[in-house]
């Protein structure tokens, strides 16, 4: 349901409290306190048929009973009683309800399912149960038992835990850190992370969210919020149970290497979530985002009156990845005339110990007006010379001169070690970050520095695919099919290696032997060539070949092949008696001397679906743990960022007499991998060990692949938390000349196309476009255009078949709650009349009709005829924007249109 009646349950104009009551330290009357105390504006029913009265206002036997349909309803009722308040709420048409009653039980047959489902057949939304409640500070409601209200700020805090709000709330009023909103979700049985993302990601009052998360339970719909969020403000989430044991049941090597955590954190990463793993950082992440906007550059100076506390701070930035800002010549010139000559003379610039006031500030004016940075740390250790407060008030006084003088606000962060309270609220006075230690210090830095990074990542344009990558994905389903029919779940290695084969991943060649004989048989070519070759064991039964002695190596002569397979036959009939044995595998032993050993395949985790994972491969590959883990679809930019998260990736580069491995060709490989995943869904675990790569390119192996029958439920892939690129809505179709076009979804990659594009859009279609002059197509603008999630989005682009130029797009964008669709659509110039935007716009109504949008609609300037005149064939009805009378909404009710059927092949 997403945002759907969230905007009530922030800012009710009427509360009722089911349960409240007069007895002490009751829930219900913790509620009505804090709703009374924090000066709740709007009506305020309590609600008992045992009471007349509570604190001095009306009680209500009922919800039926009551004067008015309240907003909002806190039910603090027991267990049994919850389903009928939920019932009598919807049968009135209250919009939401915060339920703090624990022990409703969990399941298809408990009573938080039938809470669910009465709620959901009236529309009403619900937080909880086993929740504190919610606070909105705008609102001026303190719906929680939290001990203190929140001040009034622009953070977002969704949490799963009520203890770990409170005690954000606790920590914040000693700080003087605000917020728009506290959710405390509990058990979340309706209202999400994702719902929230969404909502606050839209409010104008919050700058920034935090979530504490233990669980997610729908992949699809939180990575969707999640990235649509991130691309808009922070994001910082803390995720409880790092250490689970999420991997003990798996089969495969890429199985047990694939824990949940390292899931999360790879969808954290995907989404451009900044991750923390403790309280004390998401307090530090507070502390920043509270006082301190998003800022470019990551160059920290610091400036103290401590050389340790100095040094300390350079080792933390460092070990966090940080920049240690240069002192520019003429500002180290501007320091030396006004500081002792015993000052470091660098960065950090310690101006020692006896540092009054004054010279804290000649030195902080030095470094503002510094463009060799993009930060300044101020640390101060108190000393009997001057006093921190008479310091703290100094530099603020120096900030806000700066600041007043117009120039940009450069970032300035404190740490007054020890945290003197005269200072700190100094500090908060003026909305200046400020920390107890160096470390929290550098760490608040390193957030805003981690983020915009991220931002920045999240916007890059990858590099095209080769043109020949075309895999044979029908020749793979075939081969899973058969192994499904045949009742098995492990492919062979013939059939792995014809897996891999259609996706073009170089293999080393398989032949399957029966016998000793024919081992030899097999082996001869290579032996005669003065190769070697190993022999395998082959049973479905037998998945770790090395665990029986399976596997033979550097086999030189026809009498050792068949030595080797006799003795495979042998070991693995008197070890594993139950086990039943094809064969031996026969291959060429694969020589690269100066090859790093590497491992990549696929996982399934129970909540994202398929991970893609690479590492450093091997026996060992498991006590080495080297791995990292991406979220598929990939493309070669988040298959090399991939790479970059293991240690190994150091080991590719070229060193001593080991050239460089071929990094393209393993990214390329991880890439085919994300594909495999998208176009054959029963495949649940692939493991390439080795995976060989040197400076030629790769090859793998060793292989091994687990599959199971798929079902598939809704759009898109049946698993994939990330929408893939949706191939069945490429096609080919004819213009009015009889000119060809193919038309497909857009892709990161196509930037460049859309540059090329708008350079033959004259000024006018532009204008009519965007609706304002556009004359600059930066990257962050082209970014915006080809960079969709495709769970959200979709965008059409036509091409000329034969010159492959750009011909035309469309898009169109769903809402939060994926019911209305609003579109754009633009043609090149010199291509108009030939019914391409015909084709565009009925295309995109298809994919609104198959994706479930109620509507689609559009915004069109009174003087584009032309565009009008097509929406009214369309069907499209037609009127005045009431903001703006040279605007024209346009509006297609996508129920009502009967079937738009697959395109024609020409119009």
Not at 502 to 515: F, G, H, K, Q
Not at 667 to 678: E, G
Request: proline share 6%; aromatic share 6%; net charge neutral.
């Amino acid at each position: 349901m997403s945002t759907y009646r969230l905007d009530t349950l922030f800012g009710p104009r009427s509360i009722a409290v089911v349960g409240a009551s007069p007895r002490p330290g009751s829930l219900g009357l913790t509620f009505l306190r804090n709703l009374i105390q924090g000066g709740f504006a709007g009506s305020l029913y309590p609600v008992n048929p045992h009471h007349r009265e509570i604190e001095g206002r009306p009680c209500f036997a009922s919800i039926a009973k009551l004067p008015e349909t309240p907003d909002l309803v806190v039910v603090a009722v027991p267990p049994r009683n919850v389903l009928d308040v939920i019932e009598d709420a919807g049968r009135r048409g209250v919009a939401a309800a915060i339920i703090a009653t624990a022990g409703l039980g969990y399941g298809a047959d408990s009573l938080s399912e039938q809470v669910r489902l009465a709620a959901r057949r009236y529309g009403l939304r619900i937080v909880g149960p086993n929740c504190i409640g919610v606070l909105s500070p705008r609102a001026r409601m303190n719906a929680s038992f939290a001990a203190h209200d929140a001040k009034l700020g622009d953070l977002a805090l969704i949490s799963q835990s009520g203890a770990v709000a409170v005690g954000l709330v606790e920590w914040a009023a000693q700080r003087q850190v605000g917020f728009s909103a506290i959710v405390s979700l509990g058990d979340k049985i309706d209202v999400d992370f994702s719902d929230c993302l969404d909502f606050f990601s839209a409010d104008a009052g919050t700058r920034a969210i935090l979530l504490y998360i233990e669980s997610i339970e729908n992949a699809k719909k939180f990575m969707s919020a999640a990235r649509a969020a991130a691309r808009i403000k922070p994001v910082v989430v803390i995720k409880a149970g790092r250490h689970a044991q999420g991997a003990k049941a798996a089969a495969t090597h890429t199985g047990a290497l694939a824990g949940s955590d390292a899931v999360y954190d790879a969808a954290f990463r995907r989404a451009g979530l900044l991750r923390v793993l403790d309280l004390d950082q998401l307090f530090a992440a507070a502390e920043t985002l509270g006082r301190q906007k998003p800022f470019p550059g990551n160059r920290l100076a610091l400036l103290t009156n401590g050389g340790g506390v100095g040094v300390l701070a350079t080792d933390r930035l460092i070990d966090m990845g940080g920049t240690l800002a240069s002192v520019s010549p003429a500002t180290f010139e501007r320091l030396s005339a006004i500081l002792p000559p015993t000052w470091s003379q660098g960065n950090p610039v310690d101006i020692i110990g006896d540092a009054d006031p004054a010279r804290y500030a000649g030195a902080l004016e030095a470094l503002l007006d510094d463009p060799g940075n993009d930060a300044i740390l101020i640390l101060n250790v108190p000393t009997a010379v001057a006093g921190a407060a008479d310091v703290a008030r100094t530099v603020t006084d120096v900030i806000k001169r700066h600041r007043a003088k117009g120039f940009q606000q450069k970032p300035v962060f404190a740490a007054w070690i020890g945290e003197d309270p005269d200072s700190a609220r100094v500090f908060e006075a003026a909305r200046i970050p400020h920390y107890a230690t160096e470390a929290d210090a550098v760490r608040g830095f390193m957030q805003l520095v981690r983020y915009r990074e991220a931002q920045t990542e999240l916007m890059e344009t990858p590099d095209n695919l080769p043109h020949d990558f075309s895999p044979d994905s029908e020749a793979a389903r075939a081969i899973v099919a058969q192994v499904l029919a045949e009742n098995r779940r492990w492919l062979n290695p013939l059939e792995v290696d014809a897996l891999l084969r259609a996706y073009d991943i170089p293999t080393a060649p398989v032949t399957l032997a029966r016998t000793p004989d024919e081992a030899v048989e097999a082996a001869r070519p290579v032996l005669a060539g003065g190769g070697r070759v190993a022999v395998k064991v082959l049973s479905p039964d037998i998945v770790h070949k090395s665990d029986i002695g399976g596997v033979q190596l550097d086999l030189s002569t026809e009498e050792s092949v068949r030595k080797a397979a006799a003795d495979i036959f042998e070991r693995a009939g008197r070890l594993r008696p139950d086990a039943s044995i094809t064969g031996v595998m026969v291959q060429p032993m694969v020589r690269r001397a100066k090859a790093r050993e590497l491992i990549a395949g696929l996982a399934d985790d129970p909540s994202f679906g398929p991970v893609v994972l690479f590492g450093r491969g091997g026996t060992a590959v498991e006590v080495i743990n080297d791995r990292a883990l991406a979220l598929p679809p990939l493309d070669l930019k988040l298959a090399d960022d991939l790479i970059a998260h293991t240690r190994v990736s150091r080991r590719l580069k070229a060193y001593r007499d080991v050239p460089a491995a071929d990094e393209r060709a393993i990214a390329l490989t991880l890439v085919k991998l994300a594909q495999l995943a998208a176009d054959v869904p029963e495949v649940r675990e692939l493991d390439i060990n080795p995976l060989l790569a040197d400076h030629t390119g790769v090859i793998a192996v060793d292989a091994r692949v687990l599959v199971a029958p798929e079902v598939k439920k809704g759009r898109g892939h049946p698993r994939f938390a990330v929408r893939p690129y949706p191939t069945e809505w490429e096609r080919t179709v004819t213009l009015r000349n009889g000119r060809k076009a193919f038309v497909r979804p857009v892709r990161p990659e196509d930037e460049e196309e859309f540059r090329r594009f708008f350079e033959k859009i004259t000024p006018e279609d532009l204008r009519l476009r965007f609706f304002a002059p556009v004359r600059d197509f930066s990257h962050p603008f082209l970014a915006r255009l080809t960079q969709l999630d495709y769970a959200r989005a979709i965008a059409f682009v036509a091409f000329d078949e034969q010159t492959g130029e750009m011909m035309g797009a469309v898009r169109l964008h769903a809402d939060a709650n994926h019911e209305t669709g609003e579109y754009g659509i633009l043609l090149r110039s010199d291509l108009k009349g030939l019914g391409l935007g015909w084709i565009l716009m009925r295309l995109m109504i298809e994919w609104a009709k198959a994706e479930g949008l109620h509507e689609v609609e559009g915004q069109v300037l009174r003087e584009n005829t032309t565009m009008l005149e097509m929406c009214r064939s369309l069907g499209f009805s037609i009127r005045i924007d009431p903001d703006d009378p040279e605007l024209r909404i346009v509006t297609l009710p996508i129920a009502s249109i009967e079937e738009p059927g697959k395109l024609a092949d020409s119009v």
